[in-house]
């Protein structure tokens, strides 16, 4: 089995649904660093204002304020993850190799879920959550496109991505990604 996967996609690709859905089956520790983020600055940390006014905007939080979140939540778990919207850029992909080197925890597979921009537009309007109307959906989809698809090509290179195409049904998706990873 694959313990130790990384959801890669657009916003609004379906990542955090799909992560869900299968941490539930597989019994994976699901670390979304967007969840982790809201949640800093629902509580109102230092952390949390730092980063309410980056998201809002459709930015990329600093990458040593993620990589604090993350690295404390992945030490302490016993092996079995799925990371969720992290990495977004080389840098952190590169220091994301560093920490799991360090740990012996190196990554099993990659998922990549893929949609048409229009699609993805559509979804995130429904959404409807604070960071989702469409001028900062387009600058969401800019930033990817610049800094969070390079890492197609870097893991794809590691022989580690599996691309799925994200349009059509929750479940049909869901059973897309279980094959791949089989
Ligand atoms: P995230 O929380 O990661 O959210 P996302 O990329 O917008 O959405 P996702 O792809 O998970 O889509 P979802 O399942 O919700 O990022 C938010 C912000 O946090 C970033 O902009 C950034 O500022 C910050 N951030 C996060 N990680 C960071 C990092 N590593 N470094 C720096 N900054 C970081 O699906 C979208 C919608 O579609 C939902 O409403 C869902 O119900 C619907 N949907 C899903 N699947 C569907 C399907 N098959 N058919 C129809 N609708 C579907």
Redesign the pocket.
Known sequence: MNKRLL?L???????????SLLCKKQDLLHL????L??AEVAAGTKLGIE?AE??NS??????S??LSI?EKRLASHNNCWLL??????LD?AMALEALLERIKQPIDAVIL?DLADELLIE??L??G?S??NEAVIRH?LE?YKEKTSPLIDYYNKQDLLKTIK?????E??ANLIEISLS
């Open positions: 959801f996609g657009p916003p609004g690709a379906g990542k955090g649904t799909q992560a979304s660093t967007g969840d983020l809201r980063a980056i998201m459709g930015g990329l939080v600093s990458d304020l993620v993350v969720d919207g992290f990495p977004r850029n952190q879920i979804r995130l429904a959404r959550r960071d989702d969401r930033v994200g349009a059509g049904a929750v049909q998706i």
